[in-house]
């Protein structure tokens, strides 16, 4: 009897944590690839996928931390303004409606030159 229940709540552990991984979302950037060396005159291009998760309802474009768009497609490509030159870290992140994020992100590192 013991192990039928060590069993049931194992199983429904394995469930539930399964359940909460595919559900918890991933935003993926294609373009510019992570390390990429941009042109700082011109507008960087990002290609992107984004599977918002049961909270996620927008993506939030920032740039070294500051948002510089709000993108309502999960699946597509966003501009990036022309990047003074130096390091920079481009990210999108899901939020709610009420434009808190969720924590469910991409990031990309690039130096443009």
Known sequence: MKSKIVKTVIFAFLLASNMAFAASGKVTISSPADGAMVNS????????EAVPGPDGDHLHLNV??????????????????PLAPGKHQICLAVNTTGHVPTGVEGCVNVTSK
């Open 64 to 81: 070294d931390g500051k948002r510089v768009d709000v993108i309502h497609q999960l699946k597509g490509t966003a501009e990036v303004p």
């Open 41 to 48: 005159k011109d507008a960087i291009k990002v290609t992107y």
